[in-house]
């Protein structure tokens, strides 16, 4: 039987930065190394955090309830879509305050919670292109879609929160994807190498 290495990953970035894509194969390593079943999928357990939830009077509530959640899957591998970065990324764009979550991050800190943060490089042509393939895969998207510049100024935004965090994490660059280097930066990181 392998050692099982509890991971709690939570993946943070600007809309368009890759998470789905990048997450999908840290998803992968996880789920085939630590599967334990012949008819269930448990090595790894994917939470995506927010499907119009951050940025709304719902947003630190919910954070609040996925926190028993992981609590529930303390020794489980959790990789999660957004979490309390984003929220307080979404607040600030759209209510024009900050939220603070130190409380929040002292728990996620006694789970060895750590956080990948995907950034892109500040080049519109990129982020439109992206844009256009996201419209094309999830045509509802167009309802929020934005100009190119939004989501370098939203990943700014990241940047700056992630600056106070007290939770390790990494930077990874996914402009170029797929891209084994990224993968390879993110299971050394969590000691998956």
């Known amino acids: 039987?392998?050692?099982?290495?509890?991971?709690?990953?939570i993946f943070e970035?600007?809309?368009l930065s890759g998470k789905s894509f990048i997450m999908s194969e840290i998803y992968n390593f996880l789920e085939k190394k630590y599967n334990q079943s012949k008819?269930?999928?448990?090595?790894?357990?994917?939470?995506?955090?927010?499907?119009?939830?951050?940025?709304?009077p719902n947003g630190k509530k919910i954070i609040h309830s996925y926190l028993e959640i992981l609590k529930t899957l303390i020794n489980s591998n959790v990789i999660i879509e957004k979490f309390h970065i984003s929220d307080s990324v979404y607040s600030q764009i759209y209510k024009k305050r900050a939220i603070k979550y130190n409380e929040v991050e002292k728990k996620l800190h006694d789970m060895s919670t750590k956080i990948?943060?995907?950034?892109?490089?500040?080049?519109?042509?990129?982020?439109?292109?992206?844009?256009?393939?996201?419209i094309r895969l999830y045509?509802?998207?167009?309802?929020?879609?934005?100009?190119?510049?939004?989501?370098?100024?939203?990943q700014a935004l990241y940047r700056q929160a992630l600056s106070?965090?007290?939770l390790p994490f990494i930077t990874v660059d996914t402009s170029k994807l797929p891209n084994k280097q990224v993968i390879h930066q993110i299971l050394n990181f969590i000691g998956e190498n």
Request: glycine content about 6%; overall charge positive; charged content about 30%.
């Open 164 to 166: 106070t965090t007290k």
């Open 116 to 134: 990948v943060f995907l950034s892109i490089d500040e080049n519109t042509k990129l982020v439109k292109k992206r844009l256009q393939d996201r």
């Open 1 to 9: 039987m392998k050692k099982k290495i509890n991971h709690h990953l």
């Open 139 to 154: 045509p509802h998207y167009k309802r929020i879609a934005k100009k190119p510049e939004w989501y370098l100024k939203q």
């Open 13 to 15: 970035g600007a809309e």
């Open 39 to 56: 008819d269930v999928l448990d090595g790894c357990h994917w939470i995506n955090a927010d499907i119009g939830i951050f940025g709304t």
